[in-house]
């Protein structure tokens, strides 16, 4: 194979991909920084790399998602491993992460649940920061849990443990201070299903029944009997789905009821807090 230099292979084989995609995906196959692509355009690739780079970009461009081609993706600052078992996590999810560290205090053994942890983003975001809690995180997918357990070797948290179930499937009248979930919220047979990144994602992790409230509604149900007095429930829901989400806290004893926007200002995040057990 003849030889390509860095600025031909982008280029050349990169024509239907965002540049800012294809970049990535080159600094993955040669392990440098954006800057050395910059600084070394002419720079040849050898022909292993030339043969990685381009089936890449064709995998690209059929649409694959560049965390999947390159196997991680940032969450809360930290480095995650992902693969197709997993959701990747997105920066929206971060909003749930912020508002359950500033319920936890740093100098208490906090118990706390997530359900339909995934790559367990959100559970060892929270572990990360808060040492003293005792996280729980719950998936029903063995393939999801085995990716979370490597991202909690590969950011040495160890005050997290992971359980298969099917959400509070396993816990006999155990109690936590605080759950937090990111479920399946889009409704089965929207069109966005078979767009985008969500066509390469588990569906077991995207889409619920009845209108995508399916999951929300089991979580919100059955939270009570695993809350501590005072314990509180944090969910992460669709654009359109705060006020059903509120709605149904209220119905299940839920208190100081609330909804928070994300960045772009959608309502995002709901939960309220447990007065009475
Ligand atoms: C939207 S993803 C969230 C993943 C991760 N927490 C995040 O925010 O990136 C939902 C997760 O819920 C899990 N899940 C779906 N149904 C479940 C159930 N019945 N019990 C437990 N986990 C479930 C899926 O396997 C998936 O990992």
Not at 169 to 181: K, M, T, W
Request: net charge negative; glycine share 6%; proline share 5%.
């Amino acid at each position: 194979m003849q030889l390509i230099t860095i600025r031909d292979a982008l280029q050349q084989w990169c024509r239907d991909i965002d540049d800012i995609d294809a970049r990535i995906l080159l600094q993955h196959v040669l392990n440098v920084s954006h800057a050395h692509l910059i600084a070394h355009a002419e720079q040849a690739l050898d022909s292993k790399q030339a043969q990685s780079f381009r089936l890449l970009a064709e995998r690209r461009t059929r649409g694959e998602p560049v965390a999947y081609l390159i196997g991680k993706r940032e969450f809360y600052s930290l480095g995650f491993t992902v693969t197709p078992a997993v959701l990747i996590p997105r920066p929206e999810t971060e909003l749930l992460v912020d508002l359950a560290l500033a319920r936890i205090p740093l100098d208490l053994p906090w118990k706390i649940l997530d359900l339909g942890t995934g790559s367990g983003a959100i559970a060892l975001a929270i572990a990360k920061h808060r040492p003293l809690a005792n996280i729980v995180a719950v998936d029903f997918s063995a393939d999801a849990l085995a990716v979370a357990k490597i991202n909690a070797c590969q950011l040495d948290v160890n005050n997290a443990r992971f359980i298969e179930a099917d959400w509070f499937g396993d816990f006999n009248g155990e109690r936590f201070n605080l759950i937090v979930s990111n479920p399946p919220y889009i409704a089965d047979g929207d069109p966005h299903l078979t767009r985008g990144d969500l066509r390469f994602e588990p569906h077991l992790a995207l889409a619920a029944e009845n209108e995508g409230l399916d999951c929300i509604r089991s979580i919100i149900a059955a939270a009570p009997a695993h809350l501590v007095v005072g314990g509180a429930l944090l969910l992460e829901h669709g654009y359109d789905q705060a006020e059903a989400c509120r709605r149904l806290l209220s119905e299940a004893g839920f208190e100081r009821i609330f909804s928070r926007p994300d960045l772009a200002g959608i309502p995002r995040v709901s939960g309220g807090a447990l007065e009475i057990a």
